[in-house]
């Protein structure tokens, strides 16, 4: 089994920046993709930005340009880096991962990102 705990979110002004931190713990197997998501109120969870194995990158529209994401095989973690926030970035932001060692798409626990004046 992997953990995947999120960290980094809160309360930020627009064209502000917050860094989330994604940190994979238990199983040791070998990370192919990471990803983060968000999910406004009432809408569906949506993809924000996912880093492959090889270092591909792939990015929402809404996030180009403004948000970067980072993995760390070393420590385990991915990073998405969000600059220029805006109220429409207010969401639950969640990392996912899977592995090449099992065919279960592992889900963090969330952290909240609040973008107000």
């Known amino acids: 089994q992997v953990q995947l705990v999120e960290s980094g979110g809160g309360l930020a002004q627009p064209g502000a920046s917050l860094r989330l931190s994604c940190a994979a713990s238990?199983?040791?197997?070998?990370?192919?993709?990471m990803g983060w998501y968000r999910q406004r109120p009432g809408e569906k969870r949506e993809l924000i930005a996912e880093?492959?194995?090889?270092?591909?990158?792939n990015y929402a529209d809404s996030a180009k340009g403004r948000f970067t994401i980072s993995r760390d095989d070393t420590k385990r973690t991915v990073d998405l880096q969000m600059n220029n926030l805006k109220p429409e970035d207010t969401a639950d932001y969640y990392c996912?991962?899977?592995?090449?060692?099992?065919?279960?798409?592992?889900w963090g626990q969330g952290t909240q990102v609040t973008v107000s004046s």
């Open positions: 880093i492959g194995s090889r270092s591909g990158i």
């Open positions: 996912n991962g899977d592995f090449f060692e099992s065919n279960i798409i592992y």
């Open positions: 238990g199983s040791m197997f070998r990370i192919n993709t």
